[in-house]
Structure formats: structure tokens, C-alpha cells
């Protein structure tokens, strides 16, 4: 089955507004020939406004680095499902391991912020993976297993198709260490069967199950001739035009 590939970029804590525009208007004009292949980008709360401007008349997609999963209230210094809405947001990456290992996030709030997202309107970008102590011991599988069992629980399958997986292996993240394609489509394909087991068979084969780690334009092709690898959700390469172009325009 061909699942239409996506290619997120996550700003992370990097561009002010200029730069952002900047980055943005670039890509806007690099990406006018790209029809078949989904791409979000997601940049700081402060921006998103800016950068939805830029995007009107594009077909890059927009999304926020998280959220909180109560509609509003006394949450200093938290973003509702609304205000990403009101902002031009479609996506929302949840469970990034920055915000799991930086900030402690359970499964448990995790999965809570899936479900609020889901319900507001929101696509969730749900982030999956392992420390490298639990990888060095065998754990890969027993972890992923139990953020996705947890991550999804009450998500139906409607909702479902709504999700994009993105497996981020935390030991390849901002290291320069990258899984291999293979060791990476092995998760990957443990993802979809473990969807297999939660949900069918074919909604295993519809969802988009998306690469996070270190990935660079010299490494996309290998990781997208994956049969497993539906795409990439991308850092540090993601801040300067030339290379997440070239990741955007990958060849497969």
C-alpha cells in the first residue's frame, strides 16, 4: 500500500520572528512543485500567527510543539487546542522526548493531550521512543509497546486515522547519531503490527509511521526506501531552507 509520505520540521526553541518569516517565504516558494507528499512545519508559539500568513496560499501544512489538554483556565505559561486552532494550526506534535525526559510528561498526560487534541479539531503528531540504556538492554520494543498502548488509549478509528506516529529514537536526537534504515524499519514495523493487535490490519497499513532522529539530506533517501518509513519529522535540519528542502524532496 502507498501511504502518502509526510515531512514535518520542528523548530524546537530556535528562530525569532524575522528569521522565521524568512524561513518560511522560502520554503513557500521551494515547495510550489511538491504535490505529492504532505509537509508541516512547526514553529515557536510566538510565531505561529506570522507564519500562518506566509502559508495562505500554500499547501505546507501548520503546527504547534504541544499543547495542554483543558480547553482554557488558570495553566500559566500553556497553549490550548483553541488558541492553536484560532492561530491556523492543523497539527500538534505530542509526546516529543523533550517534552517526556526535560519536563517528566507521563504516558498518562500524553495520551490525555491526544485525546483533547483529537476532539478539538487537531491532528496529533504522537512521539514514540526509547532512552539508549533501555536500547543497550533489549527494551526497545517493551517501551515503544507501552507508549503507544498508552498514547492511544481511547482513540477510536476514526480518530486513529488522524494520527501520524513518529518514532524518535531519544539516544538520536541532536547527537548526529542516526538509526540505520534497517534497525529503524524494524520498529517501525513492530509499530504497525502492535497497531495491527490494537485496532485492524488495515488501518495498520493506512497509518503514517514517520522517522525522527538526527535526520539529515544525506541520510533521507536510505531512511524513505524503507517500506516502513512513511516519512520524517526533522530538527535541526529543519531551520535552514536548503537542507529540508532536500529532505522534503527526498527520492525513494
Known amino acids: 500500500m502507498m501511504r502518502r509520505p509526510f515531512i514535518g520540521g520542528n523548530w524546537k526553541m530556535y528562530l525569532d520572528r524575522s528569521r522565521g518569516v524568512e524561513l518560511t517565504r522560502s520554503l513557500v516558494k521551494g515547495t ?18 506570522d507564519v500562518a500568513e506566509e502559508l495562505k496560499e500554500s499547501r505546507i501544512k501548520l503546527g504547534a510543539q504541544n499543547m495542554y489538554c483543558e480547553k482554557e483556565g488558570a495553566f500559566t505559561g500553556e497553549v490550548s487546542a483553541d488558541m492553536l486552532l484560532s492561530c491556523g494550526c492543523t497539527h500538534v506534535i505530542i509526546g516529543h522526548s523533550e517534552r517526556r525526559h526535560v519536563f517528566n510528561e507521563s504516558n498518562g498526560l500524553i495520551n490525555r ?9 487537531l491532528s496529533p503528531v504522537l512521539c ?25 488509549s481511547g482513540v477510536n478509528t476514526d480518530e486513529l486515522e488522524r494520527i ?15 538509526a540505520t534504515p534497517d534497525d ?5 514495523a513492530y509499530i504497525r503490527k502492535k497497531i495491527s493487535g490494537l485496532y485492524n490490519d488495515a488501518l495498520a497499513e493506512r497509518l503514517r509511521i514517520i522517522y525522527g532522529g538526527s ?16 516519512g520524517a519529522l526533522v530538527g ?17
Open 32 to 49: 510550489e512543485d511538491v504535490l505529492d507528499r504532505d509537509i508541516l512545519i512547526c514553529p515557536g508559539f510566538p510565531l505561529l500567527s
Open 236 to 252: 535541526g535540519a529543519s531551520l535552514k531552507v536548503d537542507s529540508f528542502l532536500r529532505i522534503v524532496k527526498f527520492q525513494g
Open 164 to 178: 501520524v506516529v513518529a518514532y524518535e529514537p531519544v539516544w538520536a536526537i541532536g547527537t548526529g547519531k542516526t
Open 113 to 121: 493531550k491526544v485525546l483533547f487534541a483529537l476532539r478539538a479539531g
Open 215 to 230: 535526520v539529515k539530506p544525506d541520510n533521507i533517501d536510505g531512511l524513505m526506501a524503507k517500506q516502513n518509513i512513511d
Open 128 to 152: 514514540v521512543g526509547e532512552l539508549l540504556e533501555e536500547r543497550e538492554v533489549g527494551r526497545t520494543e517493551v517501551v515503544v509497546d507501552e507508549q503507544i498502548t498508552k498514547g492511544l
Open 184 to 188: 529503524a524499519d524494524s520498529v517501525h
